[in-house]
């Protein structure tokens, strides 16, 4: 079955720690999102790509980085310069251009600072 | 400016009582798409709904309807004899030309109660 994978579902980072969470998808989508969960917060978008190897920031960018080498592939690395970054991490994809059918989610990553 | 507006947080519901969630948005563009996603405890957010700006019909689907009203900006989901598989938070969401991703609203948090 298509869909999206998200890896790991929980994950822990000390700080000053690099942690970089996995999306795979196999719906042959064009563009692929990374949005941040707080609670009372909704979701906000952190970076976006339409197309393999380019991505433009999102609303809330800052300490975060990704790449996309393949089209199938959207990686998320939250860097130390992110101060707060305990929350629940969404990846999704769209064909690209009909956003307006809206998106597909993976389940998420739910990242805990200790 | 675009913008969705959830203003109930929470609501508590007894099984078997109807509930409507509001969604009021803001948009200068003429076309634009409405969305309602539900995300379960699970995380992943599974899409219930996707209407466009210029369909203002009502929708019926089973227990869950939508009222789509121009004149007032709003997007109102309805769950007619809530059950406790309907404890989620919904989020509505917002697509216009313009815009780069879906734009979410905070959610509105549904226990039902047995």
């Known amino acids: 079955d298509g869909g999206i994978t998200q890896s790991p579902k929980y994950l822990f980072r000390k700080e000053g720690q690099n942690v970089t969470l996995s999306c795979e998808q196999n719906?042959?989508?064009?563009?692929m999102y990374w949005y941040r969960q707080d609670p009372g917060q909704g979701l906000r978008l952190i970076y976006y790509s339409q197309i393999v190897n380019d991505f433009q920031k999102g609303d809330i960018a800052e300490g975060y980085s990704v790449s996309r080498e393949k089209k199938e592939s959207f990686p998320l690395t939250v860097t130390s310069a992110q101060k707060n970054p305990t929350a629940f991490y969404l990846c999704?994809?769209?064909?690209?251009?009909?956003?307006?059918?809206?998106?597909?989610f993976g389940s998420g990553t739910r990242l805990t600072v200790v | 400016a675009q913008k969705v507006t959830q203003a109930q947080t929470e609501i508590s519901v007894v099984e078997k009582e109807d509930v409507t969630l509001d969604c009021v948005y803001e948009?200068?563009?003429?076309?634009?798409?409405l969305f309602w996603y539900k995300q379960p405890p699970s995380g992943e957010l599974v899409f219930l709904i996707r209407?466009?700006?210029?369909?203002?019909q009502n929708e019926i689907s089973g227990r869950y309807s939508w009222n789509f009203q121009k004149s007032t900006s709003s997007f109102n989901f309805t769950i007619t004899a809530s059950q406790v598989v309907d404890s989620a938070v919904y989020f509505c969401?917002?697509?216009?030309?313009?815009?780069?991703?879906?734009?979410f609203g905070k959610g509105t948090t549904l226990s039902v109660s047995s």
């Open positions: 999704a994809s769209s064909i690209e251009g009909q956003d307006a059918y809206g998106y597909t």
């Open positions: 948009t200068r563009d003429t076309t634009y798409y």
């Open positions: 719906l042959n989508h064009d563009a």
């Open positions: 969401a917002l697509f216009n030309q313009a815009g780069t991703a879906l734009i």
């Open positions: 209407r466009n700006s210029f369909d203002e």
